[in-house]
């Protein structure tokens, strides 16, 4: 059974920076996909970012350039940094993997 617990959300200034991270346990984060997705108020939930199980990436349109997924395989953790953070960051951060979700953490960017 996979659990995944995200932590690393809360409140953040316009500009400011976060890392979000991705705890794994009943599966290896190295041994498949790992995506990231956030679903904001009133909207359907968005890809963020996936890490693959040979280490490639790819990120969404909304994050590309300001966004670095990675993984520990020793801590079985997956990171999502995103910089330069604006209100339109703001959503419930999930990770997936293997089709089981974390509860989600909240962020939001508000000065």
């Known amino acids: 059974q996979v659990q995944l617990v995200e932590s690393g959300g809360g409140l953040v200034q316009p500009g400011g920076s976060l890392r979000l991270s991705c705890a794994a346990s009943g599966r290896a984060v190295s041994s498949e996909n790992v995506q990231w997705y956030r679903q904001a108020p009133g909207k359907g939930r968005e890809l963020v970012a996936v890490?693959?199980?040979?280490?490639?990436?790819v990120y969404g349109d909304s994050v590309k350039g300001r966004s670095t997924i990675s993984r520990d395989n020793a801590t079985n953790t997956v990171h999502l940094q995103i910089n330069n953070l604006k209100p339109g960051d703001t959503a419930i951060y999930y990770c997936t993997l293997d089709m089981s979700w974390g509860q989600g953490a909240q962020v939001t960017v508000s000065s």
């Open positions: 890490i693959g199980h040979l280490g490639t990436t």
